[in-house]
């Protein structure tokens, strides 16, 4: 391609509207260009990176054995309603109604179309394990859509289905495409982490996300800093410490603590660090009270606390609520005697003799223990895992970093086959609903995530395999017929080999050549100017480094074929 002809609008400045390094470069290089919120048009340069990737989709989706199929974006009201989806899903779902007034909405994800496909078309246990997937627009009415490419109302995903006949196939189907994603991902040359996900409350099911590790990355995730140990921060969980206090269980007494309220007042009223007080909070889990006991200086992941009670929704009850509901102010409620139903840590279950609130003004509890003092109704894992805990695993030390989801797999069991009543009949005749599994790759976002992974501060700078070009050759002095001739030459030579090349043929200085080539972040940076006119060398220089070597023309022909062959050439085991 020449540049000359090519779409290639960048900008001298960052644009106003944008905040990340990669909607900024986006528009900047000329990839993309907003129509309305949240929804871009995609310039040459943009989609040529965006196939790369779904090239690597593809081969990779191949080799595991999924198939490609494309459903349609519009999808009917009635299928949503049997999921139960069209009364959950909420405001994200674009609803619509067609000139006779059948209702409808613009596809978000597609477990219904595809789950009503197979009831129509898989009947037997013999056409099982089967694992269909499509690469296609989306569209969710995202309430912030922002950031670019990072979160579209309408973009581009990789969205695959697979359907097994039993629990045992579909997990190996699951680890199949595990170790798909790792290949995608290892393939387009970004770094990034497997963690393990929340799966809300659905039984037998299990999840994993991908993350492209970047500061600038919505999500928060726990990884190991010794092992593999990865999870996103609802899931998190840390080796349990061994407790504080085990000494046996003491008398307990009460003590009056006038005006100290918070876990850091009492304990150093009453020189008990923080880990031997446990505090009392009160939430409404859809809408029924329950007391939730934590370590002092511990906090409460929601999410899991939500699953826990196999609830949808937790909220911190208000100060008003909790004296209606306790009797008591907050800041001295503890589980002695309080009459909603309680549920405590699994660190406050192996605790012994810590000090609770005695549900009265200015008193508290020396040596309270569960069991003896109260009985909880709900025991389990509800905390927050913090920086520097101990890894579940290796017992290695915990770090908390930011992550972009660019892809996310799902093991959902029989949720949607149940709901859609799709069935298939096993080897003895017998009705059974698929097991199913889903398996996301958000492939716009995962241009923007290599940008906000990969840039400095003169622009982009793509890893090889999914960078729009390979090579950018600049003819730096153009009216020179000899260096023009040579970078037609060049420009011929390289496509015959196969490289992808961008001629910059403009009429333009050196230092904006140079500039926009920085800009667009195409990893090789061929020269022809000055010093092949005199000396015959041409230069080299890796967007990576900034390192520039000389070289005449074949020895620098032999070099960007190795650099490009190095850098495609599969770093995985096949
Ligand atoms: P998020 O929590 O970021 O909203 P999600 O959990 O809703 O993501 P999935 O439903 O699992 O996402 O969709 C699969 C993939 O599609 C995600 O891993 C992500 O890479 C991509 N994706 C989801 N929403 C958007 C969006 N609004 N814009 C761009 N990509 C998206
Ligand atoms: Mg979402």
Not at 10 to 18: Q, R, S, V, W
Not at 433 to 442: Q, S, V
Request: aromatic share 6%.
């Amino acid at each position: 391609m020449r540049f000359s002809q090519l779409l290639l609008p960048t900008l001298k400045e960052d644009p106003a509207e944008a905040e990340t390094i990669s909607h900024k470069l986006l528009l900047r290089g000329g990839f993309i260009r907003k129509l309305t919120a949240g929804v871009y048009s995609y310039l040459p340069l943009g989609l040529a990176t965006i196939r790369k990737v779904e090239q690597i989709v593809r081969a990779e989706m191949s080799r595991a054995g999924a198939q490609e199929v494309l459903l349609p974006m519009v999808q009917p009201a009635d299928l949503w309603r049997e999921s139960g989806r069209w009364e959950k899903y909420g405001p994200e779902l674009l609803r619509f109604k067609d000139r006779h007034g059948r209702e409808s909405c613009l596809g978000p994800t597609h477990e219904e179309v595809i789950t009503d496909l197979a009831r129509m078309n898989i009947h037997s246990y013999r056409s099982l394990p089967l694992n269909l997937y499509q690469i296609q627009t989306k569209f969710r009415d995202e309430i912030r859509p922002r950031f670019g490419l990072m979160r579209g109302r309408e973009f581009i995903m990789k969205d695959g289905y697979s359907f097994d006949a039993d629990e045992a196939g579909a997990d190996a189907t699951y680890r199949k495409m595990y170790e798909a994603y790792q290949q995608i991902f290892t393939r387009c040359g970004i770094a990034f982490r497997a963690v393990e996900a929340d799966t809300g409350a659905i039984g037998g099911s299990f999840s994993h996300e991908f993350m492209v590790l970047a500061a600038t990355g919505e999500d928060l995730v726990v990884i190991c800093q010794h092992c593999e140990y990865a999870a996103n921060l609802e899931r998190a969980t840390a080796r349990p410490e061994k407790a504080a206090n085990h000494d046996t269980p003491q008398p307990s007494s009460q003590v009056a603590t006038p005006g100290q309220k918070t876990v850091q007042e009492v304990g150093k009223f009453l020189h008990i660090p923080a880990e031997f007080l446990v505090k009392t909070m009160i939430y409404l889990a859809d809408g029924q009270p329950v007391a939730v006991l934590m370590r002092g200086d511990h906090e409460v992941q929601p999410v899991k606390l939500r699953n826990l009670l196999g609830v949808l929704e937790v909220v911190l009850a208000d100060d008003q609520e909790i004296a209606s509901l306790t009797g008591a102010p907050a800041g001295y409620l503890g589980p002695v005697g309080l009459k909603i139903p309680l549920v405590i840590d699994a660190v406050v279950a192996q605790m012994v003799n810590f000090v609770t609130g005695a549900n009265e003004v200015d008193q508290h509890l020396l040596n309270v223990n569960p069991g003896r003092d109260f009985t909880p109704q709900h025991q389990g894992d509800i905390r927050m895992v913090n920086e520097d805990d101990l890894c579940p695993h290796c017992g290695g030390k915990l770090a908390i970093t930011r992550g972009i989801e660019v892809g996310h797999i799902f093991k959902l069991g029989t949720e949607y086959s149940q709901a859609l009543s799709a069935t298939f009949l096993d080897q003895h005749g017998q009705k059974r609903p698929f097991i199913m599994g889903c398996y996301g790759i958000g492939i716009s976002r995962t241009v923007a995530a290599a940008i906000e992974q990969n840039h400095d501060r003169d622009g982009m700078i793509f890893p090889m395999p999914i960078a729009p070009f390979q090579v950018i050759l600049l003819s730096l002095t153009p009216k020179d017929p000899k260096t023009r001739v040579e970078a037609e030459r060049l420009y011929h030579q390289l496509q015959e080999h196969g490289i992808e090349v961008l001629l910059d043929d403009r009429d333009e200085r050196p230092g904006s050549k140079f500039k926009d080539a920085d800009l667009v972040g195409i990893p090789i940076r061929l020269m022809v100017g000055k010093r092949f006119k005199n000396e015959g060398l041409l230069e080299i220089r890796t967007r990576t480094d900034g390192q520039v070597s000389a070289a005449a023309p074949v020895a620098a022909l032999a070099m960007i074929r190795e650099m490009v062959e190095s850098a495609l050439r599969s770093p995985l085991k096949n």
